[in-house]
Each structure stands twice: as structure tokens, then as C-alpha cells.
Nanobody
Framework: QVQLVEHGGGTVRAGGSLRLSCAVSGLSLTDYGMGWFRQAPGADHEFIAALAWGLTRYADSEEGRFTISKDNAKNTVYLQMNSLKPSDTAVYYC????????????WGQGTQVTVSP
């Protein structure tokens, strides 16, 4: 059974940083591309970053503030978020896909990130 479990969400003040982690079980990170998404209240699901087959891709809106990485030995994916803004407030999800970033097969349950002014 594949499971993706996000950790590291919370409340931070604007300008602060958070590092999210996604612990993966039931699949190997060497076989799947990984990504991060978020969804703010009343908004669509939004792509943030992907790490697949040695390449990284980021949403243009991040302006270099976010960094995706992974540790294959720990089967964990990370999202480092710096210079956070109130507009970054959302539920953040990790995802895994054999055809990432074109499609995604598995999703985590999400972790809430709240950025206060």
C-alpha cells in the first residue's frame, strides 16, 4: 500500500521559513517523480514544484523562494519555503507519479501552512 504523509506545516509570520517533508512508503523514489502542490481556500489546486528524473521544475509564481529536494535513502521529499507571504497560506500536498510531471498517481493527505502578516 502506497502512503505519502506530509509533515512540517504550521503557522509562521510573513518573511519566515518552513520546511515541509513527505514521508513515502510503498514505492521507491528512484522509480517515481515527486511533486508539491497547494490549495488555498476557494482556489484551484496549484502546482508548486516537481523533481523527476534528475530535473526540477517550479511554478513561475514562486520567484525562487521554494526548493524541492529528496533523500532516496529516507524515501522522503522536502519542500523548503523561504520569504513566506500571507498569500502562501494553503494546504500543501505531495504527490508521486511514474509520468511526473505530466501525471500523478498518488497523493498525500495534506498539511496546513498559515502565514500571518
Amino acid at each position: 500500500q502506497v502512503q505519502l504523509v506530509e509533515h512540517g506545516g504550521g503557522t509562521v509570520r510573513a518573511g519566515g521559513s518552513l520546511r515541509l517533508s513527505c514521508a513515502v512508503s510503498g514505492l521507491s523514489l528512484t522509480d517515481y517523480g515527486m511533486g508539491w502542490f497547494r490549495q488555498a481556500p476557494g482556489a484551484d489546486h496549484e502546482f508548486i514544484a516537481a523533481l523527476a528524473w534528475g530535473l526540477t521544475r517550479y511554478a513561475d509564481s514562486e520567484e525562487g523562494r521554494f526548493t524541492i529536494s529528496k533523500d532516496n535513502a529516507k524515501n522522503t521529499v522536502y519542500l523548503q519555503m523561504n520569504s513566506l507571504k500571507p498569500s502562501d497560506t494553503a494546504v500543501y500536498y505531495c504527490a508521486a507519479g511514474r509520468n511526473a510531471p505530466l501525471s500523478w498517481d498518488y497523493w498525500g493527505q495534506g498539511t496546513q501552512v498559515t502565514v500571518s502578516p
